[in-house]
């Protein structure tokens, strides 16, 4: 999608990027995810908690699904498109999704292309990961290496901007009080 049409549909509300903040906007509309994998059904289950009418589009043909995955969809009631090519468009009150073989049309579409965890750094300075690669933390955000906080995506959690704030704020008041107990132990 280009700038302007991805500018031009978020300011419409027909490209959503976080269903925890807004699905409830979509109740009962007909909404398409583009994503494949376990990323993409979990977003389309969720969704479908507020819409009866979710299509989960693959970006690339074929969908990374297993039979297990398509079966949960399928019982869902959550239509499954395989595209090779995507292309978009908005409408009057609705956003289209062009396949090679398809024209759809949504109130909204959500992509569920997942993020990378760039934790290097903190791997290199020897802090403990998930298997995913997030960093692990006490509940004040302290890594397992001492003068080490991290928060955030790349921790493991809910990948939302507040949720990403609240673990700053507890890390910064963490670092303050850290530093604080270090202050008065170096005193003579």
């Given at each position: 999608m280009d700038d302007t049409l991805h500018a031009e549909a978020l300011a419409a509300?027909?490209?959503?990027?976080?269903?925890?903040?807004?699905?409830?906007?979509?109740t009962d509309q007909r909404v398409g995810v583009i994503g494949t994998g376990e990323r993409g059904l979990k977003e389309a289950m969720f969704l479908r908690?507020?819409?009866a009418d979710v299509t989960l589009i693959a970006p690339?043909?074929?969908?990374d699904l297993d039979a297990e995955q398509r079966r949960q969809l399928t019982?869902?009631?959550i239509d499954v498109v395989d595209a090779m090519q995507l292309?978009?468009?908005l409408g009057d009150d609705r956003?289209?999704?062009?396949?090679?073989?398809?024209?759809?049309?949504?109130h909204s579409i959500y992509p569920a292309l997942g993020s990378?965890?760039?934790?290097?750094?903190?791997?290199?300075?020897?802090?403990?990961?998930?298997?995913?690669?997030?960093?692990i933390v006490d509940m004040h955000q302290r890594t397992s290496v001492s003068g080490l906080y991290a928060a955030g995506d790349v921790v493991l959690g809910l990948d939302q901007i507040s949720h990403a704030m609240g673990?700053?704020?507890?890390?910064?008041?963490?670092?303050?009080?850290?530093?604080?107990v270090k202050r008065s132990l170096n005193r003579p």
């Open positions: 509300g027909r490209l959503r990027y976080c269903p925890i903040c807004d699905a409830y906007e979509v908690s507020y819409t690339a043909s074929p969908h019982d869902s009631g292309r978009f468009a956003i289209e999704v062009f396949t090679e073989n398809d024209r759809l049309s949504f990378a965890i760039h934790s290097q750094l903190a791997r290199q300075l020897g802090a403990h990961l998930e298997e995913v690669g997030c960093i673990e700053g704020g507890v890390a910064a008041t963490t670092i303050r009080n850290d530093l604080a």
